[in-house]
């Protein structure tokens, strides 16, 4: 599973997704080519890159705003 979410704590407001699937690690290269110059960095720093793709099956998410 893969999460990716979005907060704006000034609007009070956000979203996050789950998908769910298949994991495969992006071993080589060629593999890892189309994700290099995508702008994806790793959340902690000083950790070095390790590509997984999810071919997902399921998704869930939701929205949640200001009542």
């Known amino acids: 599973a893969v999460e990716a979410d979005q907060i704006d704590p000034e609007a009070r407001a956000g979203w996050f997704v789950l998908a769910q699937g298949a ?27 390790h590509f997984i793709r999810v071919t997902p099956t399921h998704f869930f998410g939701l929205r949640g705003r200001r009542a």
């Not at 080589?28 to 720093?45: H, K, M, N, Q, Y």
């Open 23 to 49: 994991a495969h690690h992006l071993d080589t290269e060629v593999e890892r080519a189309p994700f290099i110059d995508a702008g994806l960095e790793p959340w902690s720093e000083g950790v070095p890159a």
